[in-house]
């Protein structure tokens, strides 16, 4: 197991005129894209992985997450900071020699050798003794028996033959017999389509949970950060904005970015934001951020209630439920009812907040959260 921390970590890349080829590699974007970038920078970040705990980088393309995990695995060095692995600096360590098992997005297998061979990849390089070949022998088994009967059946296939999911499965297999002290996985789902996604989050979700090993996962998914995190650390621009649990990310985001970033539901948007004058003198200045979830529809006016006229609403039977969007004043509220309220169009309602975040006008910060009594 491996405790990770990275204390103050520097890393700028710079655009050399509108030529892409002029950028450095990691600049051109995570997911490989040909688009011209801007500058880019990560000043003095500092995280904190624990001892056997999955930590999820979530955040939107661009922000510098693969960034962050080349930094990691050493195939980056950070202008400024260090990278400690329990405590000992990395700085000086090859990426061969930091324990690591990486999973890349394209999973980066040998298109010359078999899934077998792949999966002991890392004994194929070393030279060839008794005791490695009994060692490699025990590695694959115990490979074998943690990804299932799958791998078995194709560990005679070259590459090239292999579908998404079994060049996942591989580069998987791969990881596992190294060994290592950390994974660190760069949005392995990415090029599944969802069926496959979803079986392979919860298997991956399983043997984490048996490996008791530190893991550190890059996505820009927030149903794959909420299956498999223990932690979540939300990047954006090249900062770590929050790191906690879903629930305590979601229920206290620390800005707006966060607030506005964070969703449950496809149905409905992450936040309304209103004025804050319209809840109380007071907050004059300020965002009033209410989550869809606790904006509540009232037929008549209550203490500190806003009245508001239904300009839209999406029945949606199977789950019982309305989907509403009120306007009030010059903004819109989206919320949901019971499909039995019998809401329609153009009726006058009044809403009514079980919980509201306070974010400040200028800095985007929460301030406070108000809870109904």
């Known amino acids: 197991?491996?405790?990770?921390?990275?204390?103050?970590?520097?890393?700028?890349?710079?655009?050399?005129?509108?030529?892409?080829?002029?950028?450095?590699?990691?600049?051109?974007?995570?997911?490989?894209?040909?688009?011209?970038?801007?500058?880019?920078?990560?000043?003095?970040?500092?995280?904190?992985?624990?001892?056997?705990k999955t930590l999820v980088i979530l955040g939107p393309s661009g922000c510098g997450k693969t960034t962050l995990l080349k930094i990691i695995a050493g195939l980056l060095p950070p202008d400024a900071g260090q990278v400690l692995f329990n405590g000992a600096d990395m700085n000086a360590v090859s990426p061969g020699e930091r324990r690591i098992g990486m999973l890349f997005q394209s999973y980066a297998l040998y298109p010359h050798m078999t899934a077998k061979t792949n999966i002991?990849?890392?004994?194929?390089?070393?030279?060839?003794?008794?005791e490695l070949d009994a060692?490699?022998?025990?590695?694959?088994?115990?490979?074998?028996?943690l990804l299932g009967v799958e791998i078995e059946?194709?560990?005679?296939?070259?590459?090239?033959?292999?579908?998404?999911?079994?060049?996942?499965?591989?580069?998987l297999g791969r990881c596992i017999t190294r060994d290592p002290a950390l994974f660190l996985l760069d949005e392995p789902f990415s090029n599944l389509d969802p069926k496959l996604r979803e079986k392979y989050r919860v298997n991956l979700k399983t043997l984490l949970a048996q490996f008791n090993i530190t893991t550190v996962y890059v996505t820009h998914d927030q149903q794959e950060a909420l299956i498999l995190a223990d932690l979540i650390a939300i990047?954006?621009?090249?900062?770590?904005?929050?790191?906690?649990?879903?629930?305590?990310?979601?229920?206290?985001?620390?800005?707006?970015?966060?607030?506005?970033?964070?969703?449950?539901?496809?149905?409905?948007?992450?936040?309304?934001?209103?004025?804050?004058?319209r809840i109380a003198s007071s907050l004059a200045g300020t965002k009033i951020g209410a989550r869809p979830e606790d904006v509540v529809v009232l037929r008549a006016q209550s203490e500190n209630s806003l009245r508001g006229t239904v300009v839209n609403k999406m029945d949606l039977p199977l789950k019982?439920?309305?989907?509403?969007?009120?306007?009030?004043?010059?903004?819109?509220v989206v919320t949901q009812v019971p499909l039995a309220q019998n809401v329609r169009l153009n009726d006058e309602v009044w809403l009514g907040?079980?919980?509201?975040?306070?974010?400040?006008?200028?800095?985007g910060m929460r301030t406070q959260t108000v809870t109904a009594e």
């Open 153 to 171: 059946y194709l560990q005679d296939r070259m590459p090239p033959t292999l579908s998404g999911g079994e060049r996942q499965r591989v580069a």
């Open 320 to 332: 019982g439920i309305v989907i509403l969007t009120i306007r009030v004043g010059e903004s819109e």
């Open 135 to 145: 060692q490699a022998r025990a590695k694959y088994k115990r490979t074998s028996e």
């Open 120 to 130: 002991l990849s890392y004994f194929v390089f070393r030279k060839k003794t008794p």
């Open 353 to 363: 907040f079980k919980k509201y975040h306070v974010f400040d006008g200028k800095t």
């Open 235 to 277: 990047m954006d621009a090249g900062k770590i904005e929050q790191v906690g649990t879903y629930e305590e990310i979601y229920t206290r985001p620390k800005n707006l970015f966060i607030a506005e970033f964070l969703k449950l539901g496809i149905e409905t948007p992450p936040i309304n934001l209103l004025d804050g004058a």
């Open 1 to 52: 197991m491996a405790k990770i921390e990275l204390v103050n970590i520097c890393k700028t890349f710079q655009a050399r005129g509108a030529h892409l080829l002029a950028i450095p590699f990691p600049f051109r974007g995570e997911s490989g894209g040909n688009r011209p970038r801007r500058d880019f920078s990560i000043e003095n970040l500092n995280l904190t992985v624990p001892h056997a």
